[in-house]
Every structure is written in structure tokens, then in C-alpha cells.
């Protein structure tokens, strides 16, 4: 009865947001609101549940691992920025996160992502076969569009050609791209006509 | 040529009941269409496949709702995959808003293979901070990990018995909906070697050619229709198989739309500039 | 004095420089310190959570107050978030976890959160096939490549394409490995060149935008 119930609710949400296809009306509106409160309501539950017990409150609690109160503090002073007089001190909780996260990108982005695909751009160009056409594409297109991105110094010249030709390279990525993201829009459609055809009028018929 | 002017202003409700019309249609009749699978998913499938009995594998949720119809279907024939060799999944979460279809997912498919919970796999929820608890899981899972999603002591469940890190890993499969997949191959893959495979949806999957170019991930299931490869590979047509012919016409419905609105484009162009000429 | 910009500046610092040398120093003591700064980086991720919850109900319960335009959607909002909040405590105290499948909470989620999140994004389906009539248009060279590109893409990456002909779908997939995949890469390794400099500058102290 429940499922039914929330069926029919799902159902009713969903052409309540379609609505808006026709015109914007408060049906669509009223979906709308209710999505974004109930999504802060979920966001907030979950915080409670899976940071402040689990990582602050049953440690410190049941282990005694009093020293997580640092970072309780920091958390705390976080939330200073309501308040206009005292709202200097999140400085120093944000500050200790863009840090964290500033000193894993150093490495991170290094080891991560330049050294391996800078290396995977070295890629033999002997031999007269397909192969060598392809890895000969990969690099050329790699560095013309590197040397399109480049706005240190006017594009005339052999840069201004070489940038003209990563121009090439880029708008076959972003057709290529546009075509996924197609794919992407129509999956979500597929996948909530799936659920009001067989889900919601499969359970009346 | 009016009726290039009249068309290239058309509303665009209509071009909207058409579009829904191409999705349903489909939907109710299923015609059968061949789904080949690609290298890269077959990546995925095959190496799955020749992981050894007792095998560990990490998979993150990293979507939503919003990439449901794209992922869900991939991840239920992953774990169908998983548990039909006797592979163990362990489940964490990125994406708070998709904790629940994972654990859907996952419950699910374990009732289906009769896995038991603790033993053939489990499910370790969501925490926050992913860059730190990544950098983090290549030390000690339980430093972030140190419940399970219904906050059961992970040490209570034999299946975490020898996991402790990456090592005890035979490869994380991440699906993804936005970019954490970058901070995955970044510091599992970059930093500990991590074995890596992707389930992107589709906006995401062209940005991760190079990753698969480049090996740092082994594979890559892109959207609806790598779900459906997938799910071809695994021979359990679902909703992603089903979904294909729908998005088959779709495609071709916009390729139309794309071809007579620029074809009324160059009419009216011509016109201009010859009354312009005129 | 503490309520200058000295103090995050050096605590940026002292953080950033602890991740980078631990990476290179993985033992004691900079292993447990990175261990130990990591943990306390979830648990502060954790708050700022909060601060978007009540930047949003401020926001709203203004409304209701000055009974703006669209005020009774506000009220929406609100009983939507509070009705969510008394689920999920009603949650935690029946079955000890807001999120077993048979609390209120996952019921909200599965009913709610799902068709409405879902739908919001499937709209997108409909606004690209208008896009795609009213005003993709190949208006020079660069743009009609973007559009035949994304055709053969398009019909390539569906079973339709297999059936038009065997080698669209090969001719997609060399599309997407080869010249895709070295735009994105050139693309990829500026966007990551850039993150790294201004990751060295915020540790330098030379980039503030953040403490503002």
C-alpha cells in the first residue's frame, strides 16, 4: 500500500516538474521548492550521521580521543561567518582546507595526471602504417592545441597556423562531446518515461 | 520557401511532443537492436572475469538520482558479475544523494545471488572530504571507514578482516556522475597504483579517453549505452538494453532537427541576401 | 593581531607544506601528520555542509518575513526541510539509522528526492532537441565540422549505427581515441598547469582570494 502510495506521489512529482514544458505554473514551482527543501533536509541528516558521529562525537565520547576536538573547533569557528563581528575566525578553518587541498594538488596533479599523460604523448612516429598516422594525430593535435591556449603571444605566424589547426582538434572534441551529452540528456528521459510506463500505468493496468 | 520560414519558427512544444513521442514509442513496442560491445568496456567485463576467487573490489558511488537510468544498470550487472565469480564488493559512497541507490543496488542483486551480507560483501556508506579519505584509504580504510553504513563496527564482519588499503584491493571501479573520477585516477592510481575502471556518465566519458589511452584506468563504461554493453557482456538484458532503441531514434530524431534547421537557415540567408541584392 | 590575515596565510602554509613533504617523507612523523590533517579535513568538510543549509533558509524565511513574491513557495521549502529533519531523527530513534529501507526517511528519498531530482535533469532531453533545431547552426567551417562531428558521434554510439553501417561505429570510436582524446588532453594538461601554479601561489600566500 505504502509503495503505491509513493508510486503515485513519485508519478505526480514528475509530472509536476513536466508541466513546466508547457509554460511555468505553480505546479512546477511547487515541485520546485519542494526538492530543494528536502534535499537540505537530506544534506543536514547526513552530516549529522556520517561526520559529526561517526568521526567526532563516538570517538571522543566512547574512545576519549580528545584531540579530535581540534578539528570540532575549526568546524565550529567555520560556522563564525553568520555572525559579521566574529566572522574573521572561519578564516582559519578555511584556510586549513584550501591548504590541505593546495598541497594534495601540487602532487597530485603532477604525479597524477602531467607526468602520465605527458608520457602517453610519446609515442613512436616510425613506420609507415596506421599506427604511426595515429600517434602522429594524438601528438600534433596535443600540442596544437596547447599552442592554442597559449595567449602569451599574439597567434601570427607559425603560432597563429598552429593554433588555427588545434582550433581543428578542438571543435572535433566538442562535437564529439555534444553528441555525448545528447546521449547523456536522453538516457535521463529514457530512464523516467521507463518509470511512468511500466512503474506507475504498469500498476494500474 | 514560406514553408522554410514557418518551419524554422516553429514552437517548440511541438519539437518537444515529438521528442517524447520517439522516447515512448520504442519504449512499448521493443524492437530488437544490436548492441556490440566496445574495447573498453570489454576491458572492464574481461578483467573482472579473470580476478581470483576471494577478490576484493572497491566500488564508489559517485551519482545521483540525476545519472540513475546511466549508472544503475552498469552497477547491477558489475555486482551480478562479482558475485557470480565469487568477488567481493565493498561499497563506499561519494555522493551522499547516491548512497541509497547503491545500497539498493546492492542489496538487491546480493538477494538475487543470495550473498550474505559481511561475508560475500558490504557496504561502508558515505563520508565526506573525498580528496583526504583517498589519500587517506592508501593507509588504513578504517581511519575513515571505521563503521558501516548502519554504523556496525566494520571489525565485526569477516570480509574486513585482511582489507586494510589499496593493496587489498584487486581494483576500484568508480561511477562516476562529475569529476571526483580525476582525484580516483589522481591519487588511488597516481599516488598507489591503484587498478582503476570507470563508469562515467556520458557528459563525463569523452574527458576520460586519455586516462584509458594513457592506462591509468583499464577500462571505461560510458552512459546508457556502455550500461547496455555491459549488461550484454554479463547476458542479463535490463533497462539499459531496453533503453537502446528508444535513444537509437531519439538520436536520429535530433540529427533531423539539427539538418532541417540549418537547411531553413541557408534558405532564409540566400533570401536575405538576394533581397538585399535587390 | 588575530584578526589579521597573517594567521591563515601561515596556517595555508604550514598544511600545504606538511602535504608535500609527506608525500616525499611518507614515515614518521609527516605520514601520521598527513594522516592525522587528512581526518580533520573530512570532519571540518563535514560543517561547511551546514553553512549552505542556513544560507538557504536564510534566504527563504526572509521571504516569508517581507512576504516577497514567492513567498508561500518559501513556505514549501521550509515544511519540505523540516518534514525531512523529523523523518530522519524519527529514523535514527526507531531503527538506530535514519537509513534503513524501512524508516520514513528512505521513503522520502525513494518517493521524493529521486522522481524530482531525476526529472529536473531529464527536462534537459527537451531543451537540447529544441537547441538543436532553433539554433545549432553551421555558420562557418570550425562550427559545421562541431555539427558533423557530432552526427557521426551521435549515430556511431547507438545500435542504429551498426545497422547503417559497420564502420560508423569504428569510425566513432577512432574519433573518440584519437583526435578527441589529444584536444582533451591539451586542454586537460593547461587546465592542470594552471590548478598547479595557483595551488604553489595560495601556499606562497601569493593568491588571498580565498580569505576574503
Sequence with gaps: MATTIGIWIAAGLTLFIYSFLYKDNPFYKFAEHLYVGITAGYWLIYTWAYTIQPMLLDPIIKNKEFILIIPAFFGIIMLTRWFPSISWLSRWSIAFTVGIGAGLGVT?????????????????????????????????????????????????????????????????????????????????????????????????? | MKIFEKLAHIDRRFIYILIAIVVI??????????????????????????????????????????SMPEQQPFLEALLRQCFRNKIK??????????????????????????????????????????????????????DYFSMDYRNVSVDSFPIMKNIHNYNDFALLVGLEAGST???????????????????LNAVSAPDAYYFYQSKQIIGLV?????????EVLENKADLAVAGMASQSYSHILIILFIIFGNIAYFVEKNRKKKEGGK | MLKSKNIPLAITFIVGLIMIVSFFIPHRPFGDIETISLKWYSIIAGFTML?????????HFRKIKRREETWIHSIVLIAGFVLVVIAG????????????????FTYIYNYFIVPLQATMFSLLAFFVASAAYRAFRARNVDAALLLITAVIVMLGRVPVGELISPYLPRFTDWIMEVPQMAAKRGIGLGIYLGALGVSIRIILGIERSYLS
Design chain 1, 108 to 205: 597530485g596533479s603532477i604525479q597524477g595526471f602531467i607526468l602520465p599523460q605527458m608520457k602517453s604523448t610519446i609515442l613512436p612516429l616510425t613506420g609507415f602504417n596506421f599506427a604511426t598516422f595515429n600517434n602522429l594525430l594524438i601528438v600534433f593535435g596535443v600540442i596544437t592545441t596547447l599552442v592554442y591556449f597559449y595567449f602569451s603571444k599574439e597567434h601570427r605566424g607559425v603560432l597563429g597556423k598552429g593554433a588555427k589547426i588545434g582550433m581543428t582538434f578542438i571543435m572535433i572534441a566538442f562535437g564529439a562531446s555534444f553528441g555525448y551529452t545528447v546521449m547523456a540528456r536522453i538516457s535521463l528521459l529514457i530512464g523516467r518515461i521507463y518509470f511512468l510506463i511500466f512503474d506507475w500505468l504498469g500498476s494500474i493496468f
Design chain 2, 25 to 66: 514509442v520504442p519504449l512499448l513496442l521493443k524492437p530488437k537492436l544490436p548492441i556490440i560491445p566496445t574495447k573498453p568496456v570489454k576491458d572492464i567485463y574481461e578483467y573482472v572475469e579473470n580476478l581470483p576467487e576471494g577478490s576484493n573490489v572497491l566500488i564508489s558511488i559517485d551519482y545521483d538520482a540525476a
Design chain 2, 89 to 142: 564488493p565493498v561499497m563506499i559512497v561519494q555522493w551522499q544523494l547516491g548512497a541509497p541507490l547503491g545500497t539498493q543496488g546492492l542489496e538487491k542483486i546480493a538477494r538475487e545471488c543470495n550473498a550474505v551480507y559481511g561475508v560475500d560483501y558490504i557496504n561502508l556508506g558515505y563520508r565526506p572530504g573525498y580528496v583526504a579519505q583517498m589519500v587517506g584509504l592508501g593507509r588504513e580504510i578504517r
Design chain 2, 181 to 199: 573520477y580525476l582525484a580516483w585516477v589522481e591519487y588511488a592510481g597516481g599516488r598507489f597504483k591503484q587498478k582503476i575502471a570507470l563508469a
Design chain 2, 222 to 230: 560510458g552512459g546508457m549505452k556502455g550500461a547496455a554493453e555491459y
Design chain 3, 51 to 59: 553553512l549552505g543549509v542556513d544560507s538557504l533558509l536564510g534566504l
Design chain 3, 89 to 104: 531523527v524519527w529514523g535514527t530513534v526507531q531503527y538506530g539509522s535514519a537509513f534503513d529501507e524501512r524508516s520514513f
